[in-house]
């Protein structure tokens, strides 16, 4: 007999903004644009619009786009402009939906998960192949959108800061402020946050461990991963038992320490640096940091295995300190990802051996939308699914 979720969700109080936009549920895309008549279209599209459908367009990491309509811009090709912009959506939610299909039973495959990361990303959004899927109503120059038939400007692409509005203040300092992302039609119905290395959603997903369950249950104030206070120690991985509820180090593992070690072909390599964290985190996960997801799907190891069995919690990132969010996932695994080892800390042909581990950690953090954390206030959680 299958048993249903528990889901705890801590009661917010709603907030009201002059940016806020009106309307309902995001409305659905029409799914057949082309067998519609352009009256029909330009109804549907002002229906979508009306109900806060807007206009944005999602990276599997890197740059984040958003459209800024020109104040002067006729209504009737903004509308048209925004199905187009819904149609290329499509195509791309249709290529990660195959991707996702294809990786399906196969999570714990090394060649799959390669495979299924270089998917995603070759279904990030990209201007030239969105320049040619409008190209029949529109032209894009220099980031500016117009009209193929009036010659009139429609919107501009932004991204970057550009991309972006302030919702509401930070909360407290050192942590970031709540922005939407800018569309046709104002502000998105997502919430952002601003990192150091760029913008990310505000809402993170985390599988728990019994570590996490019993912090949350004796009411700490934060939350650290369990082997926070050896973070320059060579560490095994301790693994969750749900049967006693307590955590284990894993058998028959090297720890973080001696696989660097052996990584670099520096076996006198005394500690961990700092900012070898990150990488280790992805290749062997010593439960110095805590993984979590941009996305509400699960993130699975590099075995292919679940964290969600002991459940799940819902985090609001804007009540993380920022110096606690090392996002992985807006730079596409690229730059944030450093195996942090300076040329004397690297034995002969040891860069060679890390080459590899680096690129499957980059593939981690883009199959998984990546983020990780040092720590993070009991007030972050905003819901507890068991």
Do not use: C
């Not at 500016?144 to 972006?164: C, E, F, H, M, P």
């Not at 993130?299 to 799940?312: H, K, L, V, W």
């Amino acid at each position: 007999m299958k048993v249903a979720k528990q889901v705890w969700v801590r009661p917010v109080q709603a907030q009201s903004s002059a940016n806020e936009p009106s309307g309902g549920a995001q409305a659905r895309i029409d799914s057949s644009p082309r067998q519609q008549t352009q009256s029909g279209k330009l109804l549907q599209l002002k229906q979508n619009l009306a109900a806060g459908q807007q206009a944005i367009i999602q990276r599997v990491g890197g740059s984040k786009y958003g459209f800024k309509k020109d104040e002067e811009a006729d209504p009737e090709e903004v509308l048209l402009l925004q199905q187009e912009i819904d149609r290329y959506k499509n195509s791309l939610k249709q290529k990660k939906a195959n991707a996702a299909s294809a990786f399906q039973g196969k999570e714990g495959n090394k060649d799959a998960q390669s495979n299924y990361s270089a998917a995603l990303k070759n279904a990030s959004w990209d201007l030239n192949e969105f320049s040619q899927s409008i190209q029949e109503h529109f032209d894009v120059s220099d980031n500016l959108i117009t009209s193929k038939n009036s010659k009139r400007k429609v919107a501009t692409l932004v991204q970057g800061d550009a991309a972006y509005v302030q919702h509401t203040a930070a909360e407290k300092e050192g942590h970031s402020a709540v922005y939407k992302r800018v569309g046709l039609n104002g502000p998105s119905k997502k919430d952002y946050i601003k990192t150091g290395r760029g913008y990310l959603r505000r809402f993170a997903y985390r599988g728990l461990t019994p570590d996490e369950e019993l912090g949350n249950a004796e009411n700490r104030d934060i939350l650290r991963p369990y082997n926070h206070a050896y973070l320059s120690t060579g560490k095994k991985k301790a693994n969750s038992d749900w049967s006693t509820k307590t955590m284990k180090a894993a058998k028959n593992s090297d720890s973080d320490l001696t696989w660097l070690k052996e990584k670099s072909n520096n076996p006198g390599l005394a500690s961990i640096p700092a900012s070898s964290l990150e990488f280790l985190q992805h290749r062997k996960n010593a439960n110095k940091l805590f993984s979590a997801s941009s996305t509400a799907k699960n993130i699975t190891s590099n075995q292919g295995d679940a964290f969600t069995e002991g459940g799940r919690f819902k985090l609001d990132l804007s009540k993380v300190p920022l110096n606690d969010i090392l996002d992985q996932y807006t730079e596409g695994g690229n730059a944030s990802i450093q195996h942090g080892l300076s040329t004397d800390q690297i034995g002969v042909g040891g860069q060679a051996k890390l080459e590899e581990e680096i690129k499957r950690a980059k593939e981690s953090a883009i199959r998984n939308r990546e983020i990780h954390l040092r720590a993070y206030p009991r007030s972050a959680i905003v819901e507890h699914e068991k």
